[in-house]
């Protein structure tokens, strides 16, 4: 650990000087705590690594372990799409809850599907607190470790009552997982490359639904045997295993330390991920000035209570939770959830059902690849409204090919999937990540953890209103269920359009400026400049 540094140095573009250790513990503690809370929040943190590890890798290991948690998310919704054409399947599972002509009811395809995001909910929204008082890496361990568990239990059901209820388990483990791993990513990343750590995290996403549809269909070929769909929740057990395992390895995010009065840690974690261990570094002093700064102003005010996220909060939770909202209304997991099943009814075959659903999980992939470079070039507004306009398209050919008559099945099969590969590469690149990316960045670091779980909990409740209501809808107005998806896509446009801030290129601190708050204006720096000043000073005195 490294000591207390008194050496003054010039925060670029701004010509004021500031101590490269700021510490505000004894004059500011961090909010108290209750005897529970106390028991079981972490005592101390180990921010030492080997002298060849770099802050490239380190950064790599970090941003990888955090964007596993999206890849389980991703590798559970591919899952089930596989697997609601799997026969084997669908006789151990489903055979007391098919029709004479073999067709499931909608009601329970939509249930099994929808139960996870139900716990999903629930679960982000609880681990708000958890989240501050265990810090994120915890509580990532916590999702993987319950992902895990669940994971054995769907592979072993020994019947749909079973099953379900272990996939309701597992979304806890997924509200956990999904509800951290953005405030992980936004956390350790500089203020000009936090778009791009969101978008490879997105990616990982969609790498997770890609490799469970060609796992799906790799294992189709053990068909009659069960192997066929339990081999998917195998890989999916050691996956979350290698999470639990990186878990102990990546650091904690320095933002977390410096609100919880861990200082030191903190100054080190941000030089061992931006300045090769160097607490000297140049911006990690800038970066660590301007966190204190913030964890100064924001305890001032005390944490941010539930009353505060709907008044004071109201215009970034409004667009925290409508950006996620409108991420599900615009149509992704109706496409994800029931693409092989779609495909089939309009005239594959099974085999050939799965294997487009692997293809287009492909182009899924390379279409989130520009969003790394987008999302902090043009910003974040241009691309949800291209997306809006781009997707409400797609969808209306769809509709307009599932709904020709006078086309063959097989024409009309091919026409709807060549316009949903279009539809995924423009949500891949809009609408997936950065609604993830929002809610990340637009709260102060007060309000971040309870800000992430309302825009987790949004994305959990539309994502099971659109899961449960699907197959019902499908069944009664056929495609044109694909116009109402073209009117949300439309509607989030003009919502982006007129109600929206821009986000890019500012760091997590000066956001606050874009929204009203007075941690980062003129008057209010000299006043927590002062401040922090005379705390370093009675540090150094008391040494003396």
Not at 232 to 250: D, E, H, K, N, R
């Amino acid at each position: 650990m490294h000591g207390l540094a008194t050496t003054k140095l010039t925060t670029p573009g701004k010509g004021d000087q500031y101590p490269a250790v700021i510490t505000v513990e004894d004059s500011l503690p961090p909010p108290e705590l209750s005897k529970l809370e106390k028991a079981i929040k972490p005592k101390s943190f180990s921010t030492q690594y080997p002298a060849w590890v770099s802050s490239r890798y380190l950064m790599a290991v970090t941003s990888f372990y955090a964007s596993l948690g999206d890849y389980l998310f991703g590798f559970d919704q591919g899952i089930m799409s596989g697997l609601l054409v799997n026969d084997v399947f669908k006789h151990r599972f489903f055979s007391t809850y098919m029709d004479p002509h073999g067709s499931i009811s909608p009601n329970i395809t939509g249930i099994t599907v929808a139960c996870l995001q139900v716990s999903a909910a629930a679960s982000a929204l609880s681990c708000s607190r958890l989240c501050d008082i265990l810090g994120r890496r915890y509580c990532m361990r916590i999702g993987g470790a319950v992902y895990f568990a669940a994971a054995f239990i769907q592979a072993f059901a020994p019947s749909l009552p079973c099953f379900i209820v272990g996939r309701t388990i597992q979304g806890f483990g997924v509200g956990f997982l999904s509800m951290t791993v953005p405030v992980i990513q936004s956390e350790i990343a500089a203020g000009h490359k936090r778009g791009l750590m969101v978008g490879v995290e997105f990616t990982f996403n969609i790498l997770g639904y890609a490799t469970s549809c060609w796992v799906d269909y790799g294992f189709f070929f053990h068909l009659p045997s069960n192997m066929s769909w339990q081999g998917p929740y195998f890989v999916q057990c050691a996956i979350a295993f290698l999470l639990l395992c990186l878990s102990y390895i990546v650091p904690e995010t320095p933002r977390w330390l410096a609100a919880n009065g861990f200082d030191t840690e903190a100054l080190q974690t941000l030089a061992n991920l931006h300045g090769n261990g160097s607490v000297e570094h140049d911006e990690v002093v800038k970066m660590n000035v301007e966190i204190q700064e913030a964890v100064l102003y924001e305890r001032h005010l005390g944490t941010a209570s539930w009353k505060e996220m709907f008044t004071i909060y109201r215009r970034r939770t409004f667009m925290a939770m409508t950006g996620q909202m409108f991420a599900q209304l615009n149509g992704i997991n109706v496409i994800s959830f029931y693409l092989a099943s779609s495909l089939s009814n309009a005239g594959f075959d099974t085999e050939k059902s799965l294997l487009y659903a692997g293809y287009n999980s492909i182009v899924y992939i390379f279409a989130t690849f520009p969003t790394w470079y987008l999302a902090d070039k043009w910003g974040r507004r241009p691309l949800l409204m291209f997306g809006s306009i781009t997707m409400a398209i797609s969808l209306s050919m769809v509709c307009m090919f599932t709904e020709l008559s006078s086309l063959s099945a097989l024409q009309r099969a091919n026409g709807m999937f060549g316009f949903v590969v279009i539809y995924n590469a423009i949500f891949g690149a809009t609408w997936g990540p950065i609604p993830w990316l929002l809610p990340a960045e637009v709260f102060p670091l007060r309000a971040r953890a309870k800000g992430m779980a309302l825009a987790t909990v949004s994305n959990w409740c539309f994502n099971f209103a659109i899961g449960m209501s699907s197959p019902a809808a499908f069944a009664k107005i056929k495609g044109y269920y694909y116009l109402i998806i073209v009117g949300f896509c439309l509607i989030s446009l003009a919502m982006v359009k007129f109600l929206y801030i821009e986000t890019a290129k500012v760091t997590l601190e000066e956001i606050a400026i874009q929204f009203g708050d007075r941690a980062f204006e003129h008057e209010d720096q000299l006043e927590l400049q002062e401040m922090v000043n005379l705390q370093s000073v009675k540090k150094v005195e008391n040494k003396v």
